[in-house]
């Protein structure tokens, strides 16, 4: 009930702190397909368009979360852009198409369900309970409208609404689930050797021809991508040195200004109340009230009757407490009912949207004001004094910054020496970005500009953080360049070295195979190559004792007849081939807990196979068309796995 007061007050505030991280579409934002004019259309999903502007920005939010994921751990050679751009996108489809569906079918969330997820945040949260003031500040710091996540959380919930519709229909029959878990706790007992190509290496040899060769087949790898210096100067708000101490009249005017907001402590109120609902019958209602109250009046206790007729289930099992009120988290004849009562005043019945109210002001915190002379207050003026001397500081250097840079656009000299800034240099870098001020996206997307790179201008001042500008230039530039083969003979060499070992290892493994498979006993076959045979005893599908190729190949293999071994290969993760074999198959005693948590394992594995279904169902009908592909920066040569 407090929740609902609180919330109705501030008019259906809905913040979805939880739907931002965890669906696609918080990446841009309700309002995101929207716009038009010069807006290219990136992709058509149903009768929404996304548009240029809309994808760059999703995709530098994701890219930002990336960043700040890996922190230190960041590579731009390793970063492939063209396949993370592809993700951004099919994400913004797959959420459009989801969300039209959706409301074409008709699921809705309405106000009750709003409320009910909101006050389940813990973010907008204080003590247990939702707080109008903690919703606030929360909202503000994420930079969010009330109207924009009230509509992100109304989606979230209908798309939610409907992968539910299948997610939590599946099922799976006991004779399913019976043979899965069998399976899932078969064990095998497993014997290898491996065939290391290191074991080989040293006895290869790689002549010039095949390097030459083998550069002549891969030369299209070994393009050395464009890359730059850039020259720049950096204005950072923190690094300004701070103005003189502020008089005490100053201060004063300061602290007049602020005292209302800053330094005067809200009036509270601890509250209790008894709620009876309207329900089908408002007279019925207002008589039951007014039986509670003279209840009251004849000395019953207010706890025990909140307890016992109070229909607010979030109060009543507390007595009725609602804890500390402060103005403007009630609505009005509440709060007005509240702040007319004393300390242990009782008032009548008080109407309001959600029933009649009987309420008790438990206590009564009055307003304090921290007077000017208090040495704390002193400290927060000075420090809110030299924090604002600071903004306007850096406001005034930012638009010198601009115009100087400006006014001579092929030197930042002028705007070093007259802001006294330092010119610093970066290291070389590619599309992919670099370390420092070159893994910003405004900086990359500046360096490689025609201004910069063509022209020899400066660039304007752009964001590289919080309260920090820089303006670059270009300082040394190497374009896109096919690598001499003398520059990566080495590269070319080992490749062929390791792929000759690799080979040998492989046939080498395929020879013992055969060898046991006609009949040669194991352990003999296995010692007259001079291998080890390992047996790391019996195994399950999810042992992690044992390289994961292994283990994979293992319960592959098909049971031996007549109770004969059974071989295979298998390529383990460090390029190494084993030659396993297994013969004992050994099925534990059903353990009913682990049976039904394998039961509950399948059914989420069936329960996302028919979503996928469903969900490829649902593009037949919602069509997405790619109009046209953002354009992605020229990728390092060398690529590494998408993140």
């Known amino acids: 009930m407090l929740q609902q007061i609180r919330d109705r007050t501030s008019g259906l505030v809905a913040g979805f702190i939880v739907a931002i991280i965890a669906i696609p579409f918080a990446f841009w934002g309700v309002d995101s397909f929207v716009g038009g004019g010069g807006d290219p259309v990136v992709a058509e999903v149903g009768d929404q368009k996304i548009r240029d502007s809309q994808f760059r920005r999703a995709y530098e939010q994701r890219y930002q979360q990336y960043l700040s994921l890996l922190g230190d751990n960041f590579r731009p050679e390793q970063f492939d852009q063209a396949r993370f751009r592809q993700r951004v996108l099919e994400d913004m489809t797959q959420e459009s198409m989801m969300r039209q569906y959706a409301q074409d079918s008709g699921f809705h969330a309405n106000d009750a369900v709003l409320f009910e997820t909101i006050s389940s ?3 907008f949260q204080r003590d247990g309970k939702f707080s109008t003031e903690a919703y606030r500040e929360v909202l503000s710091q994420q930079g969010y409208t009330a109207d924009r996540f009230e509509a992100q959380l109304r989606e979230s919930i209908e798309i939610d609404q409907l ?10 029959t006991p004779a399913q689930a019976s043979q899965a878990y069998r399976l899932n706790t078969q064990e095998r007992a497993l014997s290898y050797a491996t065939f290391e190509p290191a074991r080989y290496a040293a006895a290869i040899t790689v002549s010039e021809d095949e390097v030459k060769a083998r550069y002549e087949e891969t030369k299209a790898q070994w393009q050395a991508p464009e890359r730059v210096k850039l020259a720049y100067v950096e204005l950072a708000l923190s690094e300004l040195a701070p103005t003189g101490a502020p008089s005490g009249d100053v201060l004063k005017v300061l602290y007049d200004a602020e005292k209302a907001s800053r330094f005067t402590t809200q009036e509270e109120r601890k509250a209790s109340h008894i709620l009876v609902a309207f329900g089908a019958d408002k007279d019925a209602a207002r008589k039951k009230i007014d039986g509670i109250a003279a209840e009251l009046k004849a000395g019953k206790a207010f706890a025990d009757l909140a307890r016992a007729q109070s229909d607010d289930s979030g109060s009543k099992a507390a007595g009725g407490d609602l804890g500390w009120v402060k103005r403007g988290q009630m609505v009005e004849k509440f709060e007005k009912a509240l702040y007319d009562l004393k300390a242990n005043e009782i008032s009548g019945p008080v109407e309001t949207e959600f029933g009649w109210h009987l309420i008790r002001a438990d206590e009564v915190r009055p ?11 002193q400290a927060e003026l000075a420090e809110l004094y030299q924090g604002r ?3 306007k500081r850096f406001q005034e250097y930012s638009e010198k910054l601009e115009q100087l840079a400006f006014e001579n656009p092929s030197s930042l ?7 006294n800034l330092t010119i610093k240099t970066t290291d070389w870098f590619t599309r992919a970005g670099g370390t420092g001020v070159a893994a910003q996206d405004a900086v990359k997307a500046a360096a490689f500009s025609p201004e910069v790179l063509n022209d020899g201008e400066n660039s304007k001042p752009l964001q590289a953080g919080d309260n920090r500008l820089v303006v670059v230039r270009k300082a040394e530039y190497e374009p896109a360049r096919q690598k001499p083969i003398e520059e990566v003979a080495e590269a070319l060499r080992t490749q062929l070295r390791d792929a000759a070992a690799k080979a040998k290892a492989k046939a080498d493994a395929e020879a013992l195979l055969a060898a046991v498979r006609g009949g040669q006993p194991l352990a003999e076959a296995v010692a007259a190559r001079g291998l080890t045979l390992k047996s790391p005893g019996t195994l399950r599908r999810d042992a992690t004792t044992e390289d994961r190729a292994l283990v994979e190949a293992l319960f592959k293999l098909p049971r031996g007849k007549d109770g004969l071994m059974s071989y295979g290969l298998a390529t383990l993760g460090d390029g190494s081939v084993a030659m396993l074999a297994f013969g004992a198959v050994h099925e534990p005693g059903v353990d009913a807990q682990q049976a039904e948590a394998s039961t509950a394992r399948l059914r989420d594995i069936v329960a996302g196979g028919e979503f996928r279904a469903y969900r490829k169902q649902i593009a037949d009908e919602v069509k997405v068309e790619i109009v046209e592909a953002p354009a992605a920066e020229t990728a390092p040569a060398e690529e590494a796995p998408a993140p």
């Not at 992968?163 to 799976?172: C, L, P, Q, S, Y």
């Open 413 to 419: 000299e002028p705007a070093a020496k007259e802001l």
């Open 367 to 377: 307003s304090v004001v921290r007077p000017f002379e208090d040495s704390g207050v």
């Open 121 to 123: 945040i813990p973010a």
């Open 389 to 391: 001397e600071q903004q």
């Open 163 to 172: 992968r539910g519709m299948v997610i939590e229909t599946a099922f799976v």
